[in-house]
């Protein structure tokens, strides 16, 4: 099969599109004919070195946590899917990656792909769906009524969470550029805010939750306007840039401590609760968010479309942080 592989970590030239062993599935994976992908920031991290320490991946490897495509195999004991079927994924990080013909990934792992959108248009939705249905609803139990505010609402996690918050209920505030104003409030967000205009902690007061995309420094930030109890959510601990000042090693330390750091200073010192997310693959939630796609409450926000052999250009693009929602790889 085709694949991207790096053979070494470094910039996007080092993504290679080349032959690559066709994968096996074990008794419980399924094996899926790719038709699609897509990059995301973890994606252009995982290439650059940055988690080498935390995943130890040995190389050549096939990058990609995105997928949409069509059952060719299934394991021995694997029930729910048969040849055939059209699914989407997000898998875990043992599995090879999503930028390949053909990628294994465990049943536990796989949903039933949106019967209403094309496989491009679902490969942009599952790691930034897990990703904010785990922050707004199993860490922050956002409520009807409640004020959210979603940090860079243009960006893949950003673009999904304006949707769900808004249909779980919520009052929703977004941050993006001026440029990208249009298309959040398409979105469903009641205040968008253009962070080159306005800082969203000297309009905002009395939030309940706020999810932040964006790094230690916007949470910081973001407690001046929560109310006391509020909820702050990361995705992101900057885990980059300690890496880039002091190595792997230490950076990795690092982040630790500003993780603890962060729930420690928001609880003593304005009784917001905070937290980071990880996403985590989970068949079931795959599940909802094809419900929500089906019911017309949740819809894609794809920047462009690239085939497999300009991986190395989607990676780069993706580097600049200006993509309006996801830059999707097309496979098949």
């Known amino acids: 099969m085709k694949a991207a592989r790096i053979h070494a970590y470094g910039g996007p030239e080092v993504l290679r599109v080349e032959d690559a062993p066709d994968p096996s599935p074990g008794p419980d994976d399924v094996l899926i004919e790719v038709h699609a992908s897509s990059v995301n920031p973890i994606d252009t991290k995982i290439r650059s070195g940055v988690f080498r320490l935390a995943l130890r991946y040995r190389l050549p490897r096939i990058l990609g946590l995105d997928v949409s495509g069509v059952v060719r195999a299934v394991g021995a004991n694997v029930t729910r899917f048969k040849p055939g079927d059209e699914v989407w994924s997000s898998p875990g990080p043992k599995p090879e990656g999503t930028y390949a013909e053909l990628t294994c990934i465990p049943a536990a792992e796989i949903g ?187 819809r894609p926000v794809i920047d462009r479309v690239l085939p497999l052999a300009a991986i190395a250009e989607a990676h780069a693009l993706s580097e600049t942080g200006r993509a309006r929602g996801k830059i999707v790889i097309a496979v098949r």
């Open 112 to 298: 039933r792909k949106p019967t209403n959108l094309s496989h491009q248009e679902a490969a942009s939705l599952p790691l930034v769906g897990l990703t904010a249905w785990q922050a707004l609803v199993d860490r922050a139990g956002v409520q009807p009524g409640e004020r959210v505010l979603v940090q860079a609402g243009s960006g893949g996690v950003g673009s999904v969470a304006i949707q769900i918050a808004k249909h779980l209920g919520a009052w929703v505030a977004a941050t993006c550029s001026g440029r990208n104003a249009e298309l959040v409030a398409s979105l469903g967000a009641d205040r968008v805010i253009d962070y080159t205009q306005e800082a969203f902690d000297e309009v905002l007061r009395d939030l309940d939750v706020v999810l932040d995309t964006l790094g230690p420094d916007a949470m910081k930030r973001a407690r001046q306007a929560l109310k006391r109890g509020g909820r702050l959510v990361g995705v992101t601990p900057d885990l980059p840039s300690k890496v880039k000042r002091y190595g792997p090693l230490l950076g990795l330390a690092a982040t630790g401590v500003t993780i603890v750091g962060h729930k420690v200073g928001a609880r003593c010192g304005s009784g917001v609760r905070s937290s980071f997310v990880t996403r985590r693959p989970d068949a079931a939630q795959l599940d909802r968010l094809a419900a929500l796609c089906e019911a017309g409450a949740l």
